[in-house]
Structure formats: C-alpha cells, structure tokens
C-alpha cells in the first residue's frame, strides 16, 4: 500500500468510495450523493488553499481510501484548528489503510504548525473511535442526537488530538 497525494485520476475512485458511504454508512451525516464536478471542485480548493488529499493506492494504482484536513470552523480565532475526514473502500476496511492515511495527515497537520486535530464521529462508529484511540486522540465532546439519517437519531462524538503542545498561543 502506498500513501501518496491524490491526483486529478483519483477523483472519480474518490467519488465512488464517497458515495458508497452516503448511500450505506452513518459516516456522512447527508443523503445527498455529489457528482463528479462537485469533488473535482472540493479538489481543487483543496489544492488551491494547501490543504492535503491523501490516497491510499496499491501498487497498481487502485484507491482503497483517501484522507484530507480544512478548517475547523471560519473564525481566525479557529486558524490552528483543522478538521480532517478519512474514507475506505469498504473492501479495504480493517487492513491498516485508514490508520495510515490518518497517520500521515497527523504528521502534515503537525508540520504545518496546526496545534489541534479534530475527528467528528458518529457515536456508533466503534471502529473510527477505536482507530482515534490508537493515534493518540481522546474523546473531548459527546452531542446527543445531533444529527438523524436512516429514520434514527445519531449521536456525535467529537475526538481531538494536540500536536504541537509547547506551542505558544499567539498574541492576537
């Protein structure tokens, strides 16, 4: 397996892997698919503002899951904060990818100098929970039937990790 930036061929198995997971997964709190445009566009501003898009990608080429990080929330007051997201080919999940491609985004975030990283998880969502755990991340927040979809309420579960804790909060 390989860990790599993606690339404009990506976007369509990007799309697919995403997809899936609106159409069968409580990891997207949407039911609305996108089209291909839409994730050429998230790319795009991806690479326009640097934030990464990681995949994972057999030798041959074939993506198992892709990553990425952006902003936490608008406020400057928030600039140090990042939110990242990580999706897996559900034929490629409990193989290591997720926890490589979240690993690698943990070292860009730390080496762009973010000082907290920041997972929203649903609250059934043992695997990603444990997965956090395992990368040093600690559950910081529990919302209570904050989001609904497959005529359920959903439960959100926010999990954090400090990168860089000698840093100094700065001035303004």
């Not at 698919?33 to 994730?39: A, K, P, S, V």
């Not at 326009?48 to 952006?70: I, K, M, R, Y």
Request: a negative charge; one cysteine or more; aromatic letters at 8%.
């Amino acid at each position: 397996m390989l860990i790599r930036e993606a690339a404009p061929k990506d976007i369509p198995a990007i799309l697919t892997i995403y997809n899936r997971a609106v159409r069968e997964t409580t990891a997207a709190w949407t039911t609305r698919e996108e089209t291909l445009d839409d994730r050429l566009t998230w790319f795009e501003h991806c690479k326009n503002e640097g934030l990464p898009v990681l995949v994972a990608s057999t030798q041959s080429g074939d993506v198992l899951g892709f990553a990425s990080f952006g902003p936490f929330r608008p406020r400057e007051g928030y600039r140090f904060t990042a939110e990242h997201t990580v999706y897996v080919d559900p034929l490629a999940q409990r193989q290591g990818v997720a926890f490589a491609l979240l690993s690698q985004l943990v070292e860009i975030a730390a080496a762009k100098d973010l000082h907290l990283l920041v997972g929203v998880i649903d609250g059934d969502n043992a695997a990603s929970i444990a997965l956090h755990e395992k990368l040093g991340f600690e559950v910081t927040g529990r919302l209570p039937q904050a989001g609904t979809k497959f005529g359920r309420w959903l439960d959100l579960v926010l999990m954090t990790r400090v990168l860089n804790a000698g840093m100094a909060a700065p001035d303004k």
